[in-house]
C-alpha cells in the first residue's frame, strides 16, 4: 500500500512539473509582439521611453514595423498636441498678466508657435504613413517624405527649448522645457522608428 501511494505521489508531482514547464516555455502572441517592440526600441535613442510608450499597443503592432512606426508617429502627434495646447495656454496667460513683453513670455510665444509647426509636421507625416503604396508615388519616396517632417517636427521641438537659454532660471522655464524635453523623446523615437522600416 505504502508502495502504491508513493508511486501516485511521485506521478503526480512528476506530471505538475512537466505541466509548469511546458506552460512557462509557452510564449503568448500578445509575449511575442511585446518582445517585437521592446527589440525595435533597441534601435531608438530612448529605448526605455520608446517601450513605455508603445508596449500597450503590441496587439495591434503585430510584429509589424510599418504599423509599429505608424503607431509611433500617432503617440507622437498625441503627445506634441498636448504640449502645444498647453504652451498655448500659458502664453496666452502670460500675455494677460503682463502687457510688457519679457523674454520668458516671448519664448513661450514662440515656443507656442514652432509646437503648432511641429503638429502639423507630424500629422503630415501619420497621413503619408496611412498612404503608403496607394497614390502611385513610390513607397521610398512616401517614406522620404515622412523622414522629413518627422525631423522637421524634432527640430522645432528642439528650438523651443533654445529660446529659454536667455530666460532667467525659474519655475515656468523648467517646468516648460521638463515637458518638451519629453515630447522630443518620444519624436526622436518615432522618427528612428521610421528610419529603421524605410531600410
Known amino acids: 500500500m505504502e508502495l502504491q501511494l508513493s508511486t501516485i505521489v511521485f506521478l503526480f508531482l512528476s506530471t505538475t512539473v512537466l505541466l509548469a514547464a511546458t506552460t512557462t516555455g509557452q510564449q503568448t502572441s500578445d509575449d511575442i509582439d511585446t518582445e517585437f517592440i521592446r527589440q525595435s526600441c533597441e534601435s531608438t535613442r530612448y529605448p526605455d521611453t520608446c517601450f513605455a510608450s508603445l508596449s500597450n499597443y503590441s496587439s495591434a503592432v503585430q510584429h509589424d514595423s510599418g504599423r509599429l512606426a505608424r503607431i509611433a508617429i500617432h503617440v507622437s502627434l498625441s503627445n506634441a498636441t498636448h504640449m502645444a495646447n498647453y504652451v498655448s495656454n500659458i502664453s496666452r496667460d502670460a500675455a494677460d498678466k503682463n502687457n510688457n513683453i519679457t523674454r520668458e513670455s516671448a519664448a513661450i510665444s514662440d515656443c507656442s508657435s514652432l509646437f503648432e509647426d511641429a503638429v502639423d509636421e507630424i ?77
Open 123 to 199: 500629422k503630415k507625416s501619420r497621413t503619408e504613413m496611412k498612404r503608403l503604396g496607394l497614390t502611385g508615388e513610390s513607397v521610398k519616396f512616401q517614406l522620404s517624405n515622412v523622414q522629413t517632417w518627422m525631423s522637421a517636427a524634432l527640430t522645432n521641438e528642439d528650438t523651443c527649448t533654445d529660446g529659454f537659454q536667455k530666460v532667467d532660471d525659474g519655475n515656468m522655464k523648467a517646468d516648460v522645457c521638463d515637458r518638451v524635453a519629453a515630447v522630443k523623446r518620444v519624436t526622436s523615437n518615432a522618427l528612428a522608428l521610421v528610419n529603421s522600416y524605410a531600410r
